[in-house]
């Protein structure tokens, strides 16, 4: 009869006709040392089988019995257990228990599974709490920190790509020993290079520290390859992160991914390496850690991502794009853990480092090519913060520009940390006075950023983190970001000048004070003119 293949029948006319049922193991257990958790990975050192526990029921404090749900390949030995066998941790090989006597029992269940219609192997999973997977065309639906599906929404706070060259406007560099950050113009990436000196940094940190939203999640990305798998005395590292706080990725002669923090008032890591990644190993092994059976190629241009909740205790996912779909390879968890925070900030910088820590076979290389953080919310960060103003004032002198004034953040805290804010002038008052004649006047206002004002004194407005400098001399002129025409007075929107947080007013990352200035040119007349602007921000602290 044509169709029989896609039925099987019920008895009595199925004998050797097979259903397919899910199959488990129940083993009990005595000597027991240490935890023995659901959904944990473990390894019977005799038989060599491996699963997972999907059940427990503790009968003392020394025994009990395990529900193990088998990897693939053991289902088709049929091996079982023998008893007074270790039981180790899958990851760690560390001693669990030991198989009690009793045969294992063999448990099938007869469920109703969703599954392929080309392939019966492919089947709806569920997980133990009930829910099941669903994934489109591209991979699963994303979710941001806090559990929210991801949808276009999202606020970017940094936008970074290398197309002409090394920036030093919104990074910071910093080369030591022989190593050197350059450009390849070809893969339009920036280069950090080492050579096999002990000592060797490459060192490229933006100089932005992203504001981070308590309660909204925020996001990292960027595109990394190194130069080689990785040698004896050499760490790269990439990721959102500084000297003391941060989350990253380190090659040291092996992959691993990094928790830092200065909480206790030393900078401590939490490491976790490649082998014990608790979502995806990324190793090829095609085993129950690896579940996209993917091996990661350090050496190609990887998209790696992280996000994080913060708020002092929340989650911080590492994961990698592959293919096109967006894979999490560990989740680190601190939140019921411990009475402190996992870092000192969420708010922090992108970096990428190569770091000689001895003498090393040879030169290293690391490539760069762009980066993102996005908070998961739409916010605008210039719209944050406090208000506050700053005031300079000066006259003109001769037909040329003359210096006016200038203002920058402060370098500190009274704590003696780096001041991070971000400052957004948000309007500036303009007035010019002529007072010979006892007149208004007509000049020519221009703005600039960055530059070196030498001598002078740098006076700190009461009560804010700026401080201003009225009577220094332009050593190293900056950028001219604005110029207004003022007759008389004159308020100027500086919200269009200033319209994100990557032109924001803020400090290098290595802490140097960035600032800027005005000048004032008279346009008519040969009275020297009195020029004051006054400058209403809001101060974002980071």
């Not at 919104?170 to 030591?176: A, G, P």
């Not at 004649?437 to 009560?463: H, L």
């Not at 332009?474 to 994100?500: C, M, Q, R, W």
Request: net charge negative; with cysteine.
């Amino acid at each position: 009869m044509a169709g029989e293949r896609r039925f099987t029948r019920i008895p009595p006319e199925s004998t050797g006709d097979r259903v397919r049922v899910k199959h488990s193991l129940d083993v009990l257990y005595n000597t027991r040392t240490n935890v023995i958790a659901e959904d944990s990975q473990i390894r019977f050192t005799t038989s060599g089988i491996v699963g997972t526990v999907i059940r427990h029921r503790v009968d003392t404090a020394t025994t009990g019995l395990i529900t193990v749900d088998l990897d693939k390949n053991v289902v088709d030995s049929n091996a079982l257990p023998q008893q007074s066998e270790n039981i180790v941790a899958l990851s760690s090989a560390t001693q669990l228990a030991k198989v009690a006597g009793g045969d294992p029992i063999d448990v099938f269940a007869n469920v109703t599974t969703v599954v392929g219609y080309d392939d019966q192997y492919n089947g709806l999973f569920v997980d133990r709490k009930g829910a099941a997977a669903i994934r489109f065309g591209e991979g699963e639906a994303t979710l941001d920190s806090f559990g929210k599906l991801r949808v276009s929404n999202a606020h970017i706070q940094g936008d970074y790509a290398f197309p002409q060259g090394v920036d030093t406007r919104l990074w910071t560099v910093n080369e030591q020993g022989s190593a050197t950050i350059t450009h390849d113009a070809a893969l339009r990436a920036v280069v950090l290079t080492n050579t096999p000196a002990d000592g060797d940094l490459a060192q490229y940190t933006s100089d932005q520290y992203h504001h981070y939203v308590p309660g909204v999640g925020q996001t990292t990305i960027m595109t990394v390859a190194l130069g080689d798998t990785g040698k004896t005395g050499l760490d790269r590292s990439w990721g959102y992160f500084d000297d003391a706080n941060g989350m990253f990725f380190r090659d040291n002669d092996g992959l691993e991914v990094v928790v830092r923090s200065s909480v206790t008032g030393t900078v401590e890591e939490t490491v976790i390496a490649q082998t014990d990644w608790n979502k995806d190993t990324l190793d090829g092994s095609s085993d129950i850690n690896n579940p996209s059976n993917v091996a990661l190629d350090k050496t190609a241009d990887n998209i790696y991502w992280f996000d994080v909740q913060w708020l002092g205790a929340g989650r911080i996912r590492f994961g990698v794009y592959i293919n096109g779909e967006r894979l999490i390879v560990h989740e680190y968890y601190h939140g019921n853990r411990f009475p402190y925070p996992n870092m000192q900030t969420g708010s922090l910088p992108v970096r990428v480092e190569q770091r000689n820590t001895a003498v090393v076979g040879s030169t290293s290389q690391m490539k760069f090519w762009c980066a993102g953080v996005l908070i998961e919310a739409d916010i605008d960060i210039t719209n944050l913060g406090t208000n506050f103003s700053v005031e300079v004032a000066g006259t003109t002198s001769g037909a040329g520009e003359t210096f006016i004034g200038a203002a920058r953040p402060a370098g500190l805290w009274p704590s003696g940390d780096v001041v991070h804010n971000l400052f957004f002038p948000k309007t500036i008052g303009l007035g010019a006075w002529d007072s010979t004649a006892g007149t208004a006047a007509f000049v020519k206002v221009s703005i600039y950023q960055s530059g070196f004002i030498s001598g002078g004194d740098w006076i700190q407005k009461a009560n804010t983190l700026f401080e201003t400098n009225l009577n220094g001399t332009i050593a190293v002129p900056g950028l001219k970001i604005a110029e207004y025409f003022v007759n008389a007075s004159h308020t100027v929107d500086a919200s269009k000048t200033f319209t994100n947080a990557q032109n924001a007013v803020k400090n290098k990352a290595d802490g140097t004070q960035q600032l800027f200035y005005f000048t004032a040119q008279k346009l008519v007349g040969a009275n020297d003119i009195s020029v004051q602007a006054s400058v209403s921000a809001k101060d974002v602290p980071n």
